[in-house]
C-alpha cells in the first residue's frame, strides 16, 4: 500500500510540475504580449492622429504646424480628421485580421506535425518585423504615405498573427489543466492579464506625455522578450502520449481514460487502433499531396463548424459587439474633448474594475456550485458557467445603453463604463462551458474554430464600425450614441441565443 500511495504522490507531483513548466511560461506569454499591446495602444493612436492632423493642416492651414512638426492636440479633434483616423485605423484592423483568417486551418493542421514551440517562435519573430515596418512608415511620415501600415499584415501571412498565438497558448494551457478547474484557470489568468493591461495603458499613457515614441519603443522591447521564454517551453504531447497511469485522466484534460478495463473498451481501442494503422498504411502507399491533406482539413472544420453552429454564432456576435472597442477612445476624446492620454487613464482603470471583478468570479462560481443542489458533477459546472454567461452579457447591453444615453454627463458615462466592466467575463466562461461539450481530443479544433469566427468578427469590425461613427459624427452631438447603440443590440443578440444552449 505505501508503494502504491508513494507511485500516485510521485505522479502528482510530476503532473504539477509539467502544469506550471507549461501552463506558466503560457501564462508569461499571454502576459508580456498583452502588456506590449497595452504600453503602445493610446501612443500608437496618437501617432497615427498626429500624422494624420500633420498632412490636413500642412494643406489647409500650415500655420497651425509648431516648429517641431507637430500640431496642438486639440487641433486635431475636428471631425475632418477623426474621420480619416476611423478609417485608417478602421480598415487596418480589417487587413490585420485577413492573414489570420486564411492561415488559421493551415496552422492547425501544421501545429499537429511540428512543434508548436516552433511555431510560436516563427509568429512572434513576425510581430515584431510587422511593427518595425509600422515604425517605419510612421517616422518618415514625409516620404510614405500612413495608408502603407495597411501591408504590415503582410508580415503576418510568415506568423499566423494574434490568432495563432492565442490558440496555440490556450490549447497548451488547457491540455495540462484538469476540467473542472479549467474555468478558474482562466479566470485567474484573464484577471491577471487586465492588470498588466491597467499597468501598461496607464504607463503607457504617462510616457506619452514624453513623447510618442517612448512607449511604442518599450512595448516593442517587451514583446521581444517572448523569444527566450519561448525557448524555455517544451510541447506537452509527448508527455500525453507516453502517459500509461488511468488516474492521470482527473488531472489532465487530454487523457480520456484510454486504459479502461471494460472489455468493449479494450475491443473498441483494438478497433481503432487496426484502423489507425490501415489508414496510415493507406496514406503512405498513395503519397496525397499536400493540397489534398489542405482539403481534408478544409472539409473537417466546415463540418465541425456546422455541427457547433449555435456557439460559434454567439462568439461571433459577442465578438461583433466588442468590436466597438476599436473606436471607443477616439469617441470619447471626441465626444468629452480629453485628450487622448486622458482617455487611456480612463479605460485603465475601467480594465482595473474589470479584473477585480474577475478576481471574485471563481468566488461567486462556488457559490453558484453550492447553490445547484438539484444537479451535479459536469452538469452542475455547466449550469453555473450559464448564470456568469448570462450575467455577463446582461452586465455589457446594460452598460452600452447607459454609454449611448448618457449625453454629454461624463460621470454618466464613467457610472455606465462601470456596468460595462462587469461583463468581463464572458469569453472564458463561455469557452470553459464549450470545453465541456466537445470530446477531449478536439479541443484544439474547437478552439481553432472560435477563433476564425472571432477573427472573421474583427476583420468585419474595423471597416463596419468607422463607418458607424462617420455616420453618427454626421448628424451631430444626436448621433453621437449611435455606435453604442447597435452594439447594445448585438449583445442582446447573444444573449438570446444562449437561452437555447440549455
Not at 93 to 108: C, H
Not at 300 to 308: E, G, K, P, R, V
Not at 410 to 428: P, Q, S
Not at 481 to 486: G, Q, S, T
Request: glycine share 6%.
Amino acid at each position: 500500500m505505501s508503494l502504491r500511495m508513494s507511485f500516485f504522490n510521485s505522479i502528482a507531483i510530476k503532473s504539477q510540475s509539467r502544469f506550471w513548466r507549461v501552463a506558466g511560461l503560457c501564462a508569461v506569454l499571454k502576459l508580456l504580449q498583452t502588456l506590449s499591446t497595452a504600453v503602445s495602444v493610446v501612443p500608437r493612436l496618437r501617432l497615427f492622429e498626429a500624422t494624420i492632423c500633420r498632412a490636413y493642416y500642412q494643406t489647409h492651414d500650415p500655420g497651425a504646424i509648431g516648429i517641431d512638426n507637430n500640431v496642438p492636440e486639440e487641433l486635431c479633434k475636428i471631425d475632418a480628421v477623426q474621420t480619416d483616423l476611423a478609417q485608417l485605423t478602421g480598415w487596418n484592423s480589417f487587413f490585420f485580421y485577413i492573414p489570420m483568417l486564411l492561415l488559421a486551418i493551415p496552422y492547425s493542421a501544421l501545429s499537429e506535425r511540428v512543434s508548436r514551440k516552433t511555431v510560436l517562435l516563427v509568429n512572434v519573430s513576425s510581430g515584431i518585423l510587422s511593427q518595425l515596418y509600422v515604425l517605419m512608415i510612421c517616422y518618415f511620415y514625409n516620404t510614405f504615405d500612413v495608408r502603407l501600415i495597411w501591408l504590415a499584415s503582410l508580415f503576418d501571412c510568415v506568423g499566423g498573427g494574434r490568432l495563432v498565438f492565442n490558440t496555440m497558448t490556450q490549447v497548451l494551457i488547457a491540455e495540462v489543466t484538469a476540467p473542472s478547474s479549467l474555468s478558474t484557470v482562466y479566470f485567474r489568468l484573464t484577471s491577471i492579464m487586465s492588470v498588466s493591461r491597467v499597468m501598461g495603458v496607464t504607463s503607457g499613457s504617462y510616457l506619452l506625455s514624453y513623447g510618442v515614441w517612448l512607449p511604442i519603443w518599450l512595448g516593442l522591447a517587451v514583446y521581444g522578450l517572448c523569444v527566450p521564454v519561448l525557448l524555455l517551453l517544451s510541447d506537452h504531447r509527448n508527455h500525453i502520449s507516453a502517459k500509461t497511469n488511468p488516474s492521470d485522466t482527473e488531472n489532465h484534460l487530454l487523457q480520456p481514460g484510454h486504459h479502461s478495463t471494460d472489455p468493449d473498451s479494450a475491443e473498441k481501442k483494438s478497433e481503432s487502433d487496426h484502423k489507425t494503422q490501415n489508414i496510415k498504411s493507406s496514406e503512405d502507399n498513395q503519397s496525397p499531396t499536400q493540397s489534398t491533406s489542405l482539403l481534408r482539413s478544409f472539409s473537417a472544420y466546415l463540418t465541425f463548424m456546422s455541427d457547433h453552429f449555435l456557439i460559434l454564432a454567439i462568439f461571433f456576435i459577442h465578438e461583433s459587439g466588442m468590436g466597438v472597442r476599436n473606436i471607443t477612445e477616439q469617441w470619447m476624446s471626441q465626444r468629452f474633448t480629453w485628450p487622448l492620454r486622458m482617455t487611456g487613464y480612463i479605460l485603465a482603470s475601467e480594465t482595473f474594475l474589470g479584473s477585480l471583478f474577475l478576481a471574485i468570479l471563481p468566488t461567486i462560481s462556488h457559490h453558484l456550485l453550492r447553490g445547484s443542489k438539484n444537479t451535479r458533477g459536469a452538469r452542475q459546472v455547466q449550469k453555473a458557467q450559464l448564470y456568469i454567461i448570462r450575467g455577463s452579457l446582461f452586465a455589457a447591453a446594460s452598460g452600452t445603453a447607459l454609454i449611448a444615453a448618457s449625453g454629454s454627463s461624463r460621470l454618466t458615462f464613467l457610472m455606465a463604463l462601470g456596468v460595462f466592466a462587469l461583463a468581463v467575463g464572458f469569453h472564458d466562461a463561455l469557452k470553459s462551458y464549450v470545453t465541456g461539450l466537445v470530446d477531449v481530443k478536439a479541443i484544439t479544433r474547437m478552439y481553432m474554430c472560435i477563433s476564425i469566427v472571432e477573427t472573421c468578427a474583427n476583420i468585419v469590425n474595423g471597416p463596419v464600425w468607422a463607418e458607424i461613427y462617420t455616420i453618427g459624427m454626421s448628424y451631430g452631438g444626436r448621433g453621437m450614441p449611435l455606435p453604442f447603440l447597435v452594439c447594445c443590440l448585438l449583445f442582446l443578440g447573444s444573449l438570446g441565443l444562449v437561452s437555447r444552449l440549455v
